[in-house]
């Protein structure tokens, strides 16, 4: 059922498409304007919404009446830029400009009177205040612009009302909080949409009142090779070797239960013989195992999700991924875990070569895991080794394993797209440009565009809880 047949729905700072995704999801027809500055965003909005009339220009030269025709208009989306707002940004300056693109929202109310304007940003939206001549913001008037700008809608004749969301809680599989806010005219009251979603062990989720938290896990695609970090032309930072030795201790090692992949799934260079990927949580029963390293059930996966800057360590791959962001870090790491042939926990570690990589792996964590946190280059001459193999071995299910190597890649451009809720068909890796023309978009192009987005489950839910009673008109009429 098509809503809002009479009325116009205009999408600025409209992306690559996230929130236009979601508002065509939940209007059941295309959105009818969608303006942003980026060729290479609205490239990428075109090829996806065809039906939509696009202006690639600066939001503020946009004419709203002369866009619209003056036609009544029933619902404005605005994203305003928020890295000056972000925390992301640390105490760097910050542009007044940039932090001043909310006004847009009095701009379209006083000219096109829409009887609804939604608004996403950063969760430090509300601390939107003066900057001082150093160019960062003045603590002391921290949240003065934010609340004039409610003021000024107030005075328009809105209603405004304002949350946190995750879009987690409404289906996507990534925790991004955001900052939403409503504002409408119409004399209708505001609705917050309910949470679809939580988590898994919550009392609503096992009562069946709401569905488990989607995850980074279904988002991975396991027939992308995850190379072996022990083979890399160029070796890793120190920083990410250290939260790769804490995200194994974490999520792997001292794990009551770590995801697990299956044997045949070829996430690792070395893993060659591929069918269809198999994924499972360690509490279900282990499919049959041969201890075997080059045989065709040699070994098991049990990945992570690394957060590769601050001091963040990463995040289990059962849950949803953290928030990804234009210039993104999340990466996968895949530990490979082989049946450990016969190796006592409690005896001196077996000779160490370097034909393989498993007494490797176990002298990088034993001296992660002592005081020394910055670890040894593998050239060095071998710490000293305790009796206790505390880290090579590692029992799941009642059986023992062996860490016997550690992958890492980069997320790719789609999976980091469905984890922020976008189906697969949504074309990310080409655009149309404003002559018509097919262009390709780079992997950095199409990471930007997801970085920036709104998570189209969570646009839909808010347009649904708001619109709800349109159904109800166009049933009736």
């Known amino acids: 059922m098509q809503l809002l047949p009479h009325e116009l729905i205009v999408d600025n700072f409209a992306g690559g498409g996230g929130t236009s995704t979601g508002l065509e999801q939940a209007f059941g027809r295309p959105i009818d304007i969608a303006i942003n500055h980026d060729p290479e965003a609205l490239a990428m909005h075109r090829i996806n919404h065809p039906n939509t009339k696009h202006y690639c220009e600066s939001v503020w030269e946009v004419d709203p009446i002369k866009v619209t025709g003056n036609q009544p208009v029933g619902l404005v989306w605005l994203s305003p830029d928020c890295k000056h707002f972000s925390k992301a940004k640390g105490g760097a300056p910050v542009s007044k400009r940039v932090r001043g693109l ?49 003021r000024a809608l107030e005075n328009q004749g809105y209603e405004v009302e304002y949350r946190e969301l995750r879009a987690c809680d409404f289906g996507a599989p990534t925790t991004r909080k955001r900052f939403f806010l409503i504002a409408r005219r119409d004399g209708l009251k505001i609705q917050w949409p309910k949470p679809t979603h939580g988590e898994p062990d919550s009392l609503a989720v096992k009562k069946g009142k709401l569905l488990p938290w989607r995850t980074a896990a279904e988002c991975i695609d396991w027939s992308i090779p995850c190379p072996s970090i022990f083979e890399r032309t160029k070796p890793l930072a120190d920083n990410t070797c250290k939260r790769i030795a804490a995200g194994i201790m974490r999520y792997v090692i001292n794990f009551p239960i770590p995801f697990i992949v299956n044997d045949k799934t070829p996430v690792m260079t070395e893993i060659a013989n591929t069918s269809s990927p198999r994924c499972m949580p360690a509490n279900e029963p282990l499919r049959t195992i041969c201890s075997q390293i080059k045989g065709g059930h040699h070994a098991l996966i049990a990945p992570f999700i690394a957060k590769n800057y ?78 206790k193999d505390r880290f090579s071995l590692i029992t799941i299910n009642g059986i023992d394993y062996r860490l016997n190597d550690i992958g890492f890649r980069m997320l790719q451009p789609r999976e980091l797209f469905q984890a922020q809720g976008f189906d697969d068909s949504y074309i990310i890796d080409k655009g149309i440009d404003e002559h018509g023309k097919v262009i390709k978009l780079s992997k950095t192009a199409q990471t930007r565009m997801v970085g920036n987005s709104v998570c189209p489950p969570i646009a839909k839910a808010l347009v649904e809880a708001n619109f709800a009673h349109e159904k109800l008109y166009s049933v009736v009429a």
Not at 119 to 142: Q, S
Not at 349 to 368: D, E, Q
Not at 376 to 382: A, G, V, Y
């Open 102 to 150: 909310a006004w847009l929202a009095l701009r379209w109310a006083s000219k096109c009177r829409p009887r609804v304007i939604m608004l996403e940003n950063v969760e430090e939206f509300k601390t939107w205040g003066p900057v001082g001549e150093d160019g960062k913001p003045c603590k002391i008037n921290k949240g003065k612009t934010f609340r004039s700008f409610i």
């Open 310 to 387: 601050t001091g963040v360590v990463g995040s289990e791959i059962c849950s949803p991924l953290h928030t990804i962001t234009a210039c993104d870090h999340n990466s996968l790491v895949a530990p490979t875990l082989v049946v450990n042939p016969g190796g006592c926990v409690n005896s001196p570690l077996k000779t160490i070569t370097t034909g393989r990589h498993h007494p490797l792996v176990s002298a990088f964590l034993s001296v992660y895991y002592g005081n020394e946190r910055n670890g040894q280059k593998l050239s060095d001459p071998m710490r000293t080794i305790t009796g």
